[in-house]
C-alpha cells in the first residue's frame, strides 16, 4: 500500500482506514476497521453459501459445509453457521445489506435478520431493520425474540420445549481433584437458577476483593448446600481432626484426600455427619447430621478461619474477624 501524506485515507474495496498523524482518533480507526471487517464477513457469508452448494466438503469427508469450515476456516460451529445463515437468505434482504454497506447496521444484526428470515414464515425484512437501526446487537437479538413470538407463538414455544430437551448439566474431576462443571440450560430454568444466585454473589462491602466469578462460585455452593443437611460422609482418624503431625488426611466421596483443616472445618458444619475412626478402624463417633453451626457465623470467614488461619473474636457482642497477618504489642526485646 502506498503512504499518502495525509492524516486519513480509506481503501476503496473495503473501507479500510490508516493513520499518518501521531495524533490519531483510535476511535475512529476502529470504527473503520469494524465495517471493514463487516463487510469481509458478508462475502464469507456469500461464498459460503455457494460452497454449500458444492460438493467439495462431502467429497473430503466431512459431514457438512458447516464442518469443512470449522476445520478448514479455524471456526466455530455457531461462526459458521451463521455465515451458511447469511449466505442463504441474502437474495431475500437488499434492504439490510444496503443497510450494512452504508454501516447503519453491523454484521451481528445481519445475522438476526437472516436467522429471523430462516424462522418466520411471511418475514418482512422492513419489519425488523428499523430496530436493528436503533438498538445494539445484543439489544436488536432481545427485541426480535419478542417480534418471533408475536408471529407465531407455537413455533416460538417449540423452540423452547427442544432447549429444554437440549440441556444438560457434567460433572467432572480434574487432576488436581477440583470439580469441573459444564452444563446448558434453557432461558427459562437459567433465568430462574441466575435469580437466586445473582443476589447472593454481590460483593459484600468495600472489604470484599472476590472477583465476580469467585463470588458467583461461593453463592452457587452456599445455595446448595444452605437449604437443608446434604448427605456427605466425611472419614478421619482423631489424628486428622486434631490436626497431629503424621496424621493422613480425610477422605470424602468424589474428592482427593482433604487437609486436615477442611477436616475440623465439615466436622463442625452441619451439612456433614461426622465420622470418626481410631487407628484400628473401629467407630467411636457418629455426629448429628444437623446445623452446627448458624447461618451467620457460616457466611462469617467459616472457611477463613480454618483453611486461612483467621480468626474469630467477640467484641461487646459483635463478631470480629481476624486476618492471619495481624499481631497484637511489640516483640519483647533482649532482656
Known amino acids: 500500500m502506498i503512504e499518502l501524506d495525509v492524516r486519513t485515507f480509506f481503501c476503496h474495496d473495503f473501507g479500510m482506514v490508516a493513520i499518518q498523524s501521531e495524533e490519531r482518533d483510535v476511535g475512529f480507526v476502529l470504527q473503520g476497521l469494524r465495517h471493514a471487517i463487516d463487510k469481509l464477513e458478508l462475502e464469507f457469508a456469500r461464498f459460503a453459501a455457494e460452497f454449500a452448494q458444492g460438493e467439495q ?24 453457521w451463521r455465515a451458511l445463515q447469511v449466505g442463504k437468505h441474502m437474495e431475500e434482504l437488499p434492504q439490510s445489506l444496503e443497510a450494512l454497506s452504508s454501516g447503519d447496521i453491523g454484521y451481528a444484526h445481519l ?63 480434574a ?45 452457587f455452593y452456599e445455595q446448595l448446600t444452605a437449604g437443608g443437611p446434604a448427605n456427605v460422609q ?19 466421596e ?29 467407630p467411636v463417633d457418629v455426629g448429628r447430621s444437623r446445623r452446627l453451626v448458624d447461618s451467620g457465623l457460616r457466611k462469617a470467614h467459616h472457611r477463613m478461619v ?8 467477640k467484641v461487646e457482642g459483635k463478631i470480629v474477624s481476624i486476618a492471619p497477618t495481624v499481631t497484637f504489642g511489640l516483640p519483647r526485646g533482649p532482656d
Request: aromatic letters at 6%; proline letters at 4%.
Open 306 to 313: 480454618h483453611e486461612g488461619g483467621w480468626k474469630l473474636i
Open 57 to 80: 466438503w462431502d467429497d473430503e469427508g466431512l459431514n457438512s459445509a458447516a464442518d469443512w469450515m470449522r476445520f478448514n476456516c479455524h471456526m466455530t460451529s455457531s461462526a459458521a
Open 234 to 252: 466425611v472419614t478421619a482418624t482423631v489424628e486428622t481432626l486434631r490436626a497431629m503431625a503424621g496424621a493422613a488426611g480425610g477422605e470424602m
Open 175 to 219: 487432576e488436581d481433584g477440583c470439580l469441573l462443571i459444564n452444563g446448558v440450560l434453557d432461558p427459562a430454568r437459567g433465568g430462574e437458577v441466575r435469580g437466586v444466585l445473582e443476589p447472593l454473589a454481590r460483593p459484600s462491602g468495600a472489604h470484599d476483593d472476590r472477583t465476580r466469578d469467585q463470588r458467583m462460585a461461593d453463592a
Open 254 to 282: 468424589f474428592s482427593l484426600p482433604l487437609p486436615s483443616a477442611t477436616v475440623q472445618r465439615l466436622a463442625c458444619d452441619s451439612s456433614v455427619m461426622r465420622v470418626l475412626f481410631e487407628a484400628d478402624s473401629l
Open 111 to 173: 445475522t438476526t435478520i437472516a436467522n429471523t428470515a430462516d424462522k418466520v414464515t411471511g418475514f418482512e425484512e422492513s419489519e425488523l431493520l428499523p430496530l436493528a437501526r436503533e438498538h445494539s446487537p445484543g439489544k436488536f437479538h432481545y427485541k426480535v425474540m419478542h417480534y418471533r413470538h408475536a408471529r407465531d407463538s407455537k413455533a416460538y414455544n417449540r423452540e423452547q420445549e427442544q432447549l429444554v430437551e437440549e440441556s444438560y448439566l457434567r460433572l467432572s474431576t
